[in-house]
């Protein structure tokens, strides 16, 4: 009778730790649910942001490329006033 009531209290105290340690996991699995959560909404914020900056690198290349004709007709009408201001001046 006495192993019999040792037993009883050690399936007690095991169905207490057992039930104990559950908890604990739920609380645990719980957090992480919620850190996922805010990391998903993290990940979507981020990639949204991403998105405009792409967009704007292609807004900034096209204003490379305009710039980059406009300067090239700089040189040229630069060049053309040279080659007429050289021209006048061997003319007198």
């Known amino acids: 009778m006495e192993k019999l009531t040792e037993l009883e209290v050690r399936q007690r105290q095991f169905e207490r730790d057992y039930t104990h340690e559950i908890t604990i996991l739920k609380g645990v699995i719980g957090a992480q649910g ?3 959560k805010e990391i998903k909404v993290e990940v979507r ?3 949204q942001r991403l998105e405009t900056v792409e967009e704007d690198v292609v807004t900034l290349k096209e204003d490379v490329a305009i710039l980059k004709e406009d300067v090239g007709d ?3 009408d ?5 080659t007429l201001l050289t021209t006048e001046k061997s003319e007198f």
Not at 78 to 82: A, H, M, T
């Open 34 to 36: 919620i850190d996922i």
């Open 45 to 47: 914020y981020i990639s």
């Open 74 to 76: 700089m040189k040229r």
């Open 78 to 82: 630069i060049k053309q006033i040279l």
